[in-house]
T-cell receptor
């Protein structure tokens, strides 16, 4: 069975600091997808990124970057120069081949103070 | 373009009662998934509907049932409510529901059972 572990329950940083959110996953499939979602206080999950298991290229989108390493089953998320608006709960999720359903980690609450 | 809409946003029920939650998917989407998110936890998959049929189900008792209508909207029904059913219920819509499909989430329904 698949599993996603986000060991960091809560992270507090000061604005402009860089922060990395860790995600470790378990799956028996060779084909799978990894996601990151952001959940602000409003409750809606906002899609950030999707990677498939065959694409290990790191990705950068503005202040966000993702490091996918199959060798360590990790898919870490870094926010550069954090801002107060980045404060939210961030979830890493996994879906396996043939299904679109998501298995989520427990989330990491990021608090960015001015 | 309206995103995923859920109703109601909040409700309070008494133990033993029944509740119905509603979801309208994003325009053009034909697949609806429901998730339960307990406080401080990641969302857990309840079930997914496609073409008016339950296509996949998570580890939830039969008290949880659903329906999808011809216009792709969906309902989640929970019978014989327990205190432990208190949670944020999230609806997600996608197109086709295949592997790695991006899911769009609504803001959720906050259910409190007293």
């Amino acid at each position: 069975a698949q599993k996603v572990t986000q060991a960091q329950t809560e992270i507090s940083v000061v604005e402009k600091e860089d922060v990395t959110l860790d995600c470790v996953y378990e799956t028996r499939d060779t084909t799978y997808y990894l996601f990151w979602y952001k959940q602000p206080p409003s409750g809606e999950l906002v899609f950030l990124i999707r990677r498939n298991s065959f694409d290990e290229q790191n990705e950068i989108s503005g202040r966000y970057s993702w490091n996918f390493q199959k060798s360590t089953s990790s898919f870490n998320f870094t926010i550069t120069a954090s801002q107060v608006v980045d404060s939210a709960v961030y979830f890493c999720a996994l879906s396996e081949a043939g299904y679109s359903t998501l298995t989520f980690g427990k989330g990491t609450m990021l608090l960015v103070s001015p | 373009d309206a995103g995923v809409t859920q109703s109601p946003t909040h409700l309070i029920k008494t133990r033993g009662q029944q509740v119905t939650l509603r979801c309208s998917p994003k325009s053009g989407h034909d697949t609806v998934s429901w998730y339960q998110q307990a406080l401080g936890q990641g969302p857990q998959f309840i079930f997914q509907y496609y073409e008016e049929e339950e296509r996949q189900r998570g580890n939830f008792p039969d008290r949880f049932s659903g329906h999808q209508f011809p216009n792709y909207s969906s309902e989640l029904n929970v019978n014989a409510l327990l205190l432990g059913d208190s949670a944020l219920y999230l609806c997600a819509s996608s197109l086709g529901g295949g592997s790695g499909t991006e899911a769009f989430f609504g803001q959720g329904t906050r259910l409190t059972v007293v």
